[in-house]
Structure formats: C-alpha cells, structure tokens
C-alpha cells in the first residue's frame, strides 16, 4: 500500500510541474505586446521644451592600456507631457579660442530602456578616448538633437 502511495505522489507532482510550466509559457506569450511606433522630434525648439540637461560634468579615468578615457556625465530631465522614450545628444569640444574642433553624437536613452516619466531625471554617461590635441579640457558644448516619444 505504501508503494502505490508513493507512486501516486510522485506522479501527481510530475503533472502539477508540467500544467504549471505549460500555463506560464501561456501567460508569458501573450504578454509580449508590439511596441507603440516611436515619434521622433528634431527641431530645436521642441527639442529644448521637450528636455533639459543639468549637472553637467567631466571626470578623467584609464583603461588597462593605460589610455586616458573621458567620461562626460550630466542628467537629462523630461520636461514635456509624455513619457520620453530615447534621446541623443550632440557634444562640441572646443580648442583654447573657443572654436570647435570635434563633434560627437551618442544615443542616450533608446527605446528598449526604461521610459523617463513626464517630469522625471534620467542619469546618463558618455565614455570618450583619442580627443584631439588642441581639446581645451573643459566639459564639451552638449546639446540634445533628438527626443522619441
């Protein structure tokens, strides 16, 4: 009687671990929804009353090479009414006379992140090496060139 027990067990605990790994393969499919297309906005006025940038900063480390790396650092706070979804920003390092001499632009939030609320900061970093010679080593002209909603 014992070893019909047993087995009854053994066997209801077989298809309990099966039905609950067939109804979470269920549930997890048909979670996966199809991303809302994205709305991209360029122009500079939308842009600069969609996000603003603050705390803008340059901090020097190296890498195994022993090669300076630059990481330019800086929060970008949404200020427009829907959730912001991906965000570049264009940075001009300038010589000693002001004028520059090496544009660089870098994705800082893409759509497959996080999306930062109406209101909310978004802590962001851009790693930079090799920056030309005549670089006056101040924090680079940085400027968001393009928001998606």
């Known amino acids: 009687m014992g070893e019909h027990r047993s ?5 209801g605990s077989i298809v309990l671990i099966i039905g609950l790994i067939v109804g979470w393969s269920f549930m997890s499919s048909g979670q996966q929804e199809e991303p809302l297309p994205l709305t ?18 340059i901090a020097t ?6 090669q ?4 330019i650092s800086a929060y970008l706070k949404n200020a427009s009414d829907k959730p912001l979804r991906s965000a570049e920003v264009k940075m001009t390092f300038t010589d000693f ?10 994705n800082i939030l893409n759509s497959k992140q996080k999306p930062v609320a109406s209101g909310a900061e978004f ?4 790693r930079q090496e090799n920056l030309p010679r005549g670089w006056n080593y101040r924090v680079p002209i ?8």
């Open 40 to 57: 991209e906005v360029t122009e500079s006025g939308a842009v600069q009353n969609g996000a603003q940038l603050s705390h803008l900063s």
């Open 97 to 106: 006379d002001g004028k520059p001499i090496h544009e660089y632009s870098q």
């Open 68 to 71: 300076k790396i630059y990481v």
């Open 123 to 126: 802590y962001f970093e851009v």
């Open 61 to 66: 480390s190296e890498n195994f090479a022993r």
């Open 142 to 149: 940085t400027e968001v060139t393009k928001l998606g909603y």
């Open 7 to 11: 087995a009854l067990i053994i066997c």
